[in-house]
């Protein structure tokens, strides 16, 4: 457990954790000069059998409640002192607060300097404390008088701290693994070390981290877990990390900067939050008010956009927090916002999306998105999320936000009955509900489609997905027409789709006509194959009559028209594809000249420049200068065709020649 002191200046919080431990946290020269607490301090006690209970001491003077911000982040339980003599002072109204805005629900008040006032005066504060704590949640929190000079009633902190501690529910051990750094120096003969609370899973020896928002790769050398030498350390911990990798130093690193399990690395400086604004602020919050945020360990500047309405005092409302710099954050993280002087909390709040949109951030959908993110528990989050817009879950970067290992969100997604539809790049998941309403939209898309084109082979598959409700990413789309057509319900030719039971065939005459010109369009000269003038003078043959067949065969996916009345076969086009892709492989950078190419195919350098013109125009491949490089994603436009699925209904065009 990690027990977060707070309190006025020269109310005895220092004094008190060093009755507690035996350990002066006042560490620094001018700490002892100046008789105050100015950074943080540690120390760390045994109350419990097998337990190490850690303090944090923060400071108590107004100029330093920014140090006191970074040392509470993660403490488990509120030690808040008020001294029996002066009673509440500024300070304890605000560090109070800050733990209420923070969700701290556990904790004591101490009563110090009780040997210093008498019973009517104990009485007294007591009961004003107790009027302070009633709307926080530590209403129920105990007020215990004490005395670090008699020592009246430490024995009795002590005992309750015990049972605070056998009463601390371990935290997120499972999830990943996320440290917020408060203390980087350099120890002789060991190099870096950080300190810092683990705010969620574990790390052992030998793990791989990254220092973030700087991104810096580092391996954990060894870890002091609550004071002491491990093999590892777990959430709820303080722990002391020897980190060694490139560029890891005490300049390097800083506090508020995190150390985390390497898939957690993407620092955010748009998020979407829910701001609690202190009913003690003179006005609403509105349109871009400046501030400084807290979050962890960390501080930065933010202006704050409200997403509904002006954030009124003591009333709560979502906004984007537009930061000066990226943070390392985690979905549900706590935060506090202080004004541009450090004079006064404002507010705080929880941070509901890392990746909050610029546009469009204030739409019926985006509030229903933000209305679905609130939800804590991560299977109750999914299952808001796939019931609303866009009603597709990229489960990868909501694993990654909340800061979830693989086996919670494979909790998520078997508590949340989530259907995946693609697993690479990225794994989409979309409702039962959505995704049979998805395969029915297609079906209907498709159905309307060939009702209305009936000599057509079928849908271009990217017209489809611009159609269909909800837009999926074009590879998952993919593979989710890939997963119909396993079904039966589909059949993916190329870059066409149509429902099995459409087919569109040439007529007989036209078929043997066809026949005439295949042999000249593949083989050998597959990649130099006759114009529709070269075929009619060849084969004696009407040139109107070429060109007819040859569009038909077209529209079914067997030719493609490169340029005006230059026919290639599919397979052809196909070939073609896959030599850009092996020219491109081998490029420098993955940029390649027409000539290239021109001398895989054995062709001049007018027809490759027409082909590679015609493949610029599908997307297949992408023009800068006088160099051309490949799109990924366009690949498999010209791949051979899937196998006709199911009984195929033959649709026949009128018979060649017919006007």
Same mark, same amino acid.
């Not at 020269?29 to 109350?47: C, H, P, Q, W």
């Not at 507010?347 to 204030?362: I, N, Q, S, T, V």
């Not at 007018?606 to 366009?634: C, M, S």
């Given at each position: 457990m990690i027990v977060g002191m707070a309190g006025h200046i020269d109310h005895g919080k220092t004094a008190l954790v060093q009755a507690l431990t035996g350990v002066d946290t006042d560490r620094l020269?001018?700490?002892?000069?100046?008789?105050?607490?100015?950074?943080?301090?540690?120390?760390?006690?045994?109350?419990?059998?097998?337990r190490v209970t850690g303090f944090v001491d923060v400071p108590g003077h107004e100029r330093f409640v920014h140090t006191m911000l970074a040392g509470v982040g993660g403490i488990d339980y509120a030690l808040l002192v008020v001294a029996a003599d002066d009673g509440i002072m500024p300070q304890t109204l605000e560090h109070l607060a800050i733990l209420d805005l923070l969700g701290v629900r556990r904790g004591v008040v101490a009563l110090t300097k009780a040997d210093l006032t008498d019973a009517a005066r104990r009485e007294a504060v007591t009961r004003e404390i107790r009027v302070m704590l009633a709307p926080t949640g530590l209403a129920?929190?105990?007020?215990?008088?004490?005395?670090?000079?008699?020592?009246?009633?430490?024995d009795s902190l002590k005992d309750l701290l015990a049972q605070a501690e056998a009463e601390?529910?371990?935290?997120?051990?499972?999830?990943?693994?996320?440290?917020?750094?408060?203390?980087?120096?350099?120890?002789?003969?060991?190099?870096?070390?950080?300190?810092?609370?683990?705010?969620?899973?574990?790390?052992?020896?030998?793990?791989?981290?990254?220092?973030?928002p700087a991104g810096l790769a580092a391996r954990v050398r060894s870890i002091h877990a609550q004071n002491r030498q491990a093999a590892h350390g777990s959430a709820g911990e303080r722990c002391a990390l020897n980190l060694a990798g490139e560029g890891i130093s005490k300049e390097a690193i800083v506090r508020g900067d995190l150390v985390v399990d390497d898939l957690l690395h993407a620092p955010a400086e748009r998020i979407d939050a829910e701001l609690f604004v202190l009913a003690g602020e003179p006005k609403p919050i509105g349109e871009w008010f400046p501030a400084r945020l807290h979050h962890g360990s960390t501080e930065a500047g933010v202006r704050i956009v409200p997403l509904e309405a002006p954030v009124h005092p003591g009333g709560t409302a979502k906004v984007q927090l537009v930061l000066d710099r990226p943070i390392a954050a985690a979905v549900g993280d706590r935060f506090i916002l202080r004004d541009v002087s450090a004079r006064r909390t404002i507010?705080?709040?929880?941070?509901?999306?890392?990746?909050?949109? #610029?546009?469009?951030?204030?739409s019926p959908e985006r509030l229903a998105f933000l209305n679905a993110a609130s939800r804590a528990d991560p299977a109750e989050a999914l299952s808001a999320h796939l019931a609303a817009p866009p009603f597709l879950v990229d489960l990868d970067a909501f694993a990654r936000d909340r800061a979830l290992s693989e086996e919670e969100l494979r909790a998520a997604i078997d508590a949340a009955s989530?259907?995946?539809?693609?697993?690479?790049?990225?794994?989409?998941?979309?409702?039962?509900?959505?995704?049979?309403?998805?395969?029915?939209?297609?079906?209907?898309?498709?159905?309307?489609?060939?009702?209305?084109?009936?000599? #057509?082979?079928?849908?271009?598959?990217?017209?489809?997905r611009l159609l269909v409700t909800p837009r999926l990413p074009a590879p998952a789309f993919l593979a989710a027409l890939r997963a119909e057509q396993a079904e039966g319900k589909l059949v993916l030719?190329?870059?066409?789709?149509?429902?099995?039971?459409?087919?569109?065939?040439?007529?007989?005459?036209?078929?043997?006509?066809?026949?005439?010109?295949?042999?000249?369009l593949e083989g050998e000269g597959r990649f130099r194959p006759p114009r529709v003038r070269d075929f009619a003078e060849t084969l004696d043959l009407a040139e109107r009559e070429v060109r007819e067949v040859l569009k038909l065969a077209a529209r079914l996916g067997r030719v493609d028209e490169i340029r005006h009345d230059h026919f290639f076969s599919r397979k052809a086009t196909a070939e073609m594809v896959e030599i850009i892709a092996e020219v491109a492989?081998?490029?420098?950078?993955?940029?390649?000249?027409?000539?290239?190419?021109?001398?895989?195919?054995?062709?001049?350098?007018?027809?490759?420049?027409?082909?590679?013109?015609?493949?610029?125009?599908?997307?297949?491949?992408?023009?800068?200068?006088?160099?051309?490089?490949?799109?990924?994603?366009?690949?498999?436009?010209?791949?051979?065709?899937?196998?006709?699925?199911?009984?195929?209904?033959?649709?026949?065009?009128?018979?060649?020649?017919?006007s």
């Open positions: 020269k001018e700490e002892k000069a100046r008789g105050i607490t100015i950074d943080l301090g540690f120390a760390y006690a045994r109350f419990a059998a097998e129920d929190a105990p007020i215990l008088p004490v005395s670090t000079i008699t020592g009246e009633a430490l601390t529910v371990a935290r997120r051990a499972g999830g990943r693994f996320r440290l917020a750094v408060d203390r980087c120096f350099t120890l002789s003969g060991a190099g870096t070390v950080v300190t810092g609370t683990v705010l969620s899973g574990s790390v052992a020896v030998g793990d791989r981290v990254t220092v973030s507010g705080g709040g929880r941070l509901l999306d890392l990746r909050a949109p #610029l546009r469009k951030r204030r989530a259907e995946i539809v693609a697993s690479t790049p990225r794994r989409l998941a979309l409702s039962p509900v959505q995704r049979r309403a998805l395969s029915e939209e297609i079906e209907r898309i498709l159905a309307a489609f060939h009702a209305g084109n009936a000599d #057509l082979q079928g849908i271009g598959r990217e017209r489809l030719e190329g870059a066409f789709v149509r429902l099995p039971g459409h087919v569109v065939r040439l007529s007989e005459a036209e078929e043997r006509f066809y026949a005439l010109l295949v042999p000249h492989g081998v490029a420098e950078h993955g940029a390649f000249p027409a000539g290239h190419f021109r001398d895989r195919v054995n062709n001049g350098r007018k027809v490759a420049i027409e082909i590679l013109e015609f493949f610029d125009r599908q997307g297949v491949t992408i023009r800068r200068g006088d160099l051309r490089r490949v799109n990924p994603h366009r690949l498999d436009l010209y791949r051979e065709p899937a196998p006709d699925a199911g009984e195929a209904k033959r649709t026949t065009r009128p018979r060649w020649g017919r």
